[in-house]
């Protein structure tokens, strides 16, 4: 079956500029989870997401960074006004629930931000 | 708080011989604990996971890890080494119970090289 998408794969932009990341995590998930990976600070939890609400935005790192879900399907990572250090792999994960011993997340392939 | 200490950015082992990842965590309630692989320019795929049953718990690829509550460790071994088991590793906890959003902690990662 289809695993979790995320487009676009590459994105170069320009400082300055805003961007967004799109997730569409596998059908039937209900939680929904958006992480960076950075080499300066390894992975980090950014959102989660339960249907199209975000219980915990505790990880976003400034109001520059936003993200919404709609239908309780795909998911919307929005950076404004990026910066160097936006520089990144951000990664969606979706599992069954958030919580319980059903919570194996499953990863996209993630998206490459680069901000030059 | 939640944490988790990996020792050992990098882990050399020869083909054959055995893998041993080290994982402390830190977690204030009862844990889920997760080891996961990402292969150079893929997502994270889930190896295994202790979720409060058994305490050596059987993963994917021949993996296993053994929790252990009074050393606050989730080491993960495999008897031998192949070589296609190169790649990054990442020792994560979530906090057990229904109130927890399941959003993952990650270690720093360990990087695997298998030498023939």
């Known amino acids: 079956g289809a695993g979790v998408s995320q487009s676009p794969s590459n994105k170069v932009t320009e400082k300055g500029k805003d961007v967004e990341l799109r997730c569409d995590p596998i059908s039937g998930h209900t939680a929904l989870y958006w992480y960076r990976q950075s080499l300066g600070q390894g992975l980090e939890f950014l959102i989660y997401?339960?249907?199209?609400?975000?219980?915990?935005k505790s990880g976003l790192p400034s109001d520059r960074f936003s993200a919404e879900r709609t239908g309780g399907s795909v998911s919307t990572l929005t950076i404004q006004r990026t910066q160097q250090e936006d520089s990144a792999v951000y990664l969606c994960?979706?599992?069954?629930?958030?919580?319980?011993?059903?919570?194996?997340?499953?990863f996209g392939p993630g998206t490459r931000l680069t901000v030059l | 708080a939640q944490s988790v200490t990996q020792l050992g950015s990098h882990v050399s082992v020869s083909e054959g011989a055995l893998v041993l990842l080290r994982c402390n965590y830190s977690s204030s309630v009862p844990p889920y604990l997760f080891w996961y692989v990402q292969y150079p320019n893929q997502g994270l795929q889930l190896l295994l996971k202790y979720t409060s049953a058994a305490t050596l718990v059987k993963g994917i690829n021949g993996f296993e890890a053994e929790f252990k509550k009074s050393e606050t460790s989730f080491h993960l071994t495999k008897p031998s080494a192949h070589m296609s088991d190169a790649a990054e590793y990442f020792c994560?906890?979530?906090?057990?119970?229904?109130?927890?959003?399941?959003?993952?902690?990650f270690g720093q990662g360990t990087t695997l090289q298998v030498k023939p």
């Open positions: 997401f339960q249907g199209n609400s975000a219980p915990d």
């Open positions: 994560a906890v979530s906090g057990g119970g229904s109130s927890n959003t399941g959003k993952l902690i």
């Open positions: 994960a979706s599992s069954e629930q958030g919580s319980g011993v059903r919570n194996e997340q499953f």
